[in-house]
T-cell receptor, first 112, second 110 residues
Framework: DAKTTQPTSMDCAEGRAANLPCNHS???????VYWYRQIHSQGPQYIIH???NNETNEMASLIITEDRKSSTLILPHATLRDTAVYYC?????????????FGPGTRLSVLP | SQTIHQWPATLVQPVGSPLSLECTVE??????LYWYRQAAGRGLQLLFY??????ISSEVPQNLSASRPQDRQFILSSKKLLLSDSGFYLC?????????FGPGTRLTVT
């Protein structure tokens, strides 16, 4: 699986955009970038994924650089409920589906 | 929509005792099923995955085992728990590009 590197922690003011970076310089051409988050004591929650085009859904936007070596997850208007650990994952496709390897992630604290 | 049930939600067990955690899935058929463990302050570690009834693959050697007796049932077991087995155990199901996680079981081995 491609290795990902994320900052250990970040703070964001409530109502402002939260921009979470991720480096994945060894990503292969057919590997997707996934983002999950885990609120304390809950299971991880899928946020968004993309291959090379920017993606947007009701939760967030995903910006992937042209060389695909890094990406940024954007929460446009962070709320206190967005405080969580955010995981950037690049799983290697396998015949049984994706094998998600979760690293330590980025602990995002949204401050009032 | 799919729903994943796990029980119990919390469990405290002494060292050397057996373990059985159960996961059931609703709203989908023939899912790929996964067991993860998360130690305190760490990322998730994939323990087992299953692509069908009776088909189990292990990602890491350990004293745990998994079974899939029915299409939508996944069981994590141990004959003798170790202190290092403490953690947050998550069951997930997924197809193709996404995985959906259950609420988890918090296991404390004393």
């Amino acid at each position: 699986d491609a290795k990902t590197t994320q900052p250990t922690s970040m703070d964001c003011a409530e109502g402002r955009a939260a921009n979470l970076p991720c480096n994945h310089s060894t990503i292969s051409g057919n590997e997707y970038v996934y983002w999950y988050r885990q609120i304390h004591s809950q299971g991880p929650q899928y946020i968004i994924h993309g291959l090379k085009n920017n993606e947007t859904n009701e939760m967030a936007s995903l910006i992937i650089t042209e060389d695909r070596k890094s990406s940024t997850l954007i929460l446009p208007h962070a709320t206190l409920r967005d405080t969580a650990v955010y995981y950037c994952i690049v799983p290697r496709p396998r015949n049984y589906g994706q094998n998600f390897v979760f690293g330590p992630g980025t602990r995002l604290s949204v401050l009032p | 929509s799919q729903t994943i049930h796990q029980w119990p939600a919390t469990l405290v067990q002494p060292v050397g005792s057996p373990l059985s955690l159960e996961c059931t899935v609703e709203g989908t058929s023939n899912p790929n099923l996964y067991w993860y463990r998360q130690a305190a302050g760490r990322g998730l570690q994939l323990l087992f995955y299953s692509v069908g009834i009776g088909q189990i693959s292990s990602e890491v050697p350990q004293n745990l085992s998994a079974s899939r007796p029915q299409d939508r049932q996944f069981i994590l077991s141990s004959k003798k728990l170790l202190l290092s087995d403490s953690g947050f155990y998550l069951c997930a199901q997924g197809r193709a590009y996404e995985q959906y996680f259950g609420p988890g079981t918090r296991l404390t081995v004393t």
